[in-house]
């Protein structure tokens, strides 16, 4: 069984299913995949397009076919040799709704719940409404409106003998020792005395076992139709569009373990964590040890039997103690592998979903083999973008837009909004934990929750990473730059007095190790205003960096994406292979992706816009000729106009971007499909900026003018052709910087992942549209065409191309393992006029060393060619030393004979735009 040497990630739900995989393992055994990285297949809400709305975590999800259907998935891969890796979320369960039972039983029962403490509630909130309760604000309306509108329906589950209240797909169960106070109202004798068993629950310690015996009485009684009758005679007396059914319902919903809420009070009121902002996604405590059992429970036992290969963990940072649950995940992972059967890989590979800051690196002591790739897509992307554009084009968005186009002020804006608006209640809730650490010492007891508030503010207003990871140790020497740099910051926003109480917050928050606090208290109280800021800082950079600042400043919309620094436009290529020998010598098993279920904009669409950075000035002149057509169609709202100058721009690079090369405007079918799905781009795109619309206010008059634009945008011939044009333009460097990411992604160190659909084109936008279906009986029949790289390129816009680069690259991965997973990673250099054009490594490994080549800024070398290939004689007399031997070629029939002398790069990319050698007479000496 081979180890892990290339993945596809493919993402599950109903309309594409465990089954519906089964049918492809051969088409992915044949392209070269060693494993399938699958979204999460655990139990998910009915309908889920993605998985990561768990409800369940302990069963396969019956939508994508059950346990069965997962087991003849994996015997088909492991017929074929291959395996499987599991998408796991730890961190949060789909709320709400009614088919999550563990949080059905927490509304039921409050603190009394065994599942209670699963969910990280704050049932001690100082608000008196809330004292042992949760709010929850699913309510579409206010509380009273709902409640007099008749929309709460009280109803009887005949299957739980249980009574609950219904709100559309809402389920509120109502606590057993309360039943009585429905139970009176009837008619029924029987049914009229069954109140006072459950009042008598009220008195009872054990009244959460006890209560089954007495409902289960009560559905004995309810086996007479008289009760039955009884029963529906009685439930209109709880009708809340009647002034005595609204009292009634509303004196039985007041005696609940939670307080129905409008779902506007979340961001201010809420006493729960969430994933994020999201509402529908309660946080779990997976760091008490019967939660981390019960979550992983099903994925242990899957390892065990020889199912998964593997594990990658969503959403790392959402955890209390990321490093502590990873090492006792590898712990647990490792005493399994002695018990897998002995044809499988015993060694599990866990990989961490983590979005590394600028410098900032993955800690190598938490027993993880690495991310799963998001900081690859930042480094190839950033030596594709010609730093000498930057200037140029910073200055068209500030002229359009009106912004600035400095990145970080946009997310240090960002940032405070969100601490402000949507996250509200979790910034209120880390200044509490704050201001009990300061009450907990006479020193600091004067300290204000005000100024707590200011110096915490602006501490995670300039804070340049995702968290910190103190611990009871304190605070790792590897965060301390960036814990400093947001100090620095924070010092120079506030006044002298608050930056006394920022001097304290630094101590409390891990400067000061809180093992070494002698009180169990003030430790106690530490330890949770740590959790509660590291868990803060996560989803503040999120919304901030990824979904508002990502949406508002568009030097190039290219560099915006999950992940990515857009403080930086470009990077160089000592930067590239820096990250590359970084990873080779701390990670060399770790995911390396371009593509993912969470980028905004697709692999091939980044890569066209890279190509044009490269054409600044043109693309400013073309921007100025089509916003003058586009005058007339701009709408005037009172507000501004329809789109906004900068919402304007950023269409048009996102046109020029996801304007395939097969797009032609006399397709009408095509072109109508294109403006379906910009439309739901666009929609996205102008809430998650929060400027003229939003999420929580969506602003329909701008989205429908918006939308107008685009519509006659895309049919006004004259823009519609001229657009068209433009795009043509960066057809041939985009499409060469789309083969280069790939190649790159096949051959540097790590595990490539490829985006289910990458291995033709990939034009996608955000989601929904990057889920789109995959047309796999194409991409097989493409396959089984058996073109080579050389061939595929003449017909190089169906994307063929792409696939059959991916396939011999994939090949000689299989051929060589450990040249790959093992082999060092060694810089070449370069000379002649061309060189800054051009990137190029060796891998090297127990006798054989592999050459890659690649061009990199290709808009003006690519000047008169017909594909995305540049004509040898524009190298000039552009170089590479190489070592003296013979290099086979590996993407064209080539074979180099290498002396003394430095071979010219147009002979080495002669045959075709990438260059892959293989030498295999390496001695130890050269070695």
Known sequence: MNEILATVRLQFHRDFTLADAEQWVDYYASLGISHIYASPLQASRTGSTHGYDG??????DPELGGEAALERLVSRLRSRGMGLILDIVPNHLAVGGSQNRWWQDVLAWGKESPYADFFDIDFDHADSSLAGKLLVPFLGDPYAEILHSGELELSYDVDTAGFHVDYHEHRFPIDPRHYGDILRFAEHNVLHEQAAFFDALLQRDDAYTAADDVRYQLNKVM??????????????????????????????LERQHYRLAWWRTASDEINWRRFFDVTELGGLRVEVPEVFEAVHALPFRLVEAGWIDGLRVDHVDGLADPRGYCLKLRQRLDELQAKRPSDVPHQIALYVEKILGDGETLHDDWGVDGTSGYEFMNEVSGIQHDPTSVAPLRALWQEISGRDGDFSAEVRLARREILTSLLASEFNACANALHAVARAQLTSRDISLAAISRALEALIVHFPIYRSYADEAGRPEADAPFFAQAMRGARQALNPPDIAVLEALERWLGGEAPCDITKDDERRLRQRAIVRFQQLTSPVAAKAVEDTAGYRSAVLISRNDVGFDGEHFSHSPEHFHAANLRRAREFPRSMVTTATHDHKRGEDVRARLAALSEHATYFATQVEHWRRLAAPLRRSLPDGPAPSPGDELILYQVLLGAWSPTLVPRNSDAMHTFFQRLTQWQQKALREAKLRSHWLWPDDSYESASQAFLEELLTTPALRDSIAEAARTIDLPGALNGLVQTALRLTVPGVPDLYQGGEFWEDSLVDPDNRRPVDHAARKAALEASLTPTEALSTWRDGR???????????LRQRYPQLFMRGDYRPLSATGEHADHLMAFTRQHAGYQLLVVVPRLTSALLADAEHPHIPPHHWKNTSLQLESGVWQGVLAATSLTVGDQSIPIGTL??????????????TEESA
Do not use: W, Y
Request: hydrophobic share 45%; glycine share 4%; aromatic share 4%.
């Open 55 to 60: 409800i369940d975590p302990t069963r396969i």
């Open 223 to 252: 086996e007479s139709p008289a009760a039955r009758q009884s029963l529906d005679e009685l439930m209109p007396l709880f009708d809340g569009a009647n002034p005595n059914g609204a009292i009634r319902l509303h004196n039985l």
């Open 801 to 811: 191309v792409k696939q059959a680069l991916i396939a011999r690259l994939l090949t």
């Open 909 to 922: 990319l002669k045959e075709f735009p990438i260059g892959v050698f293989l030498r295999d007479d390496v």
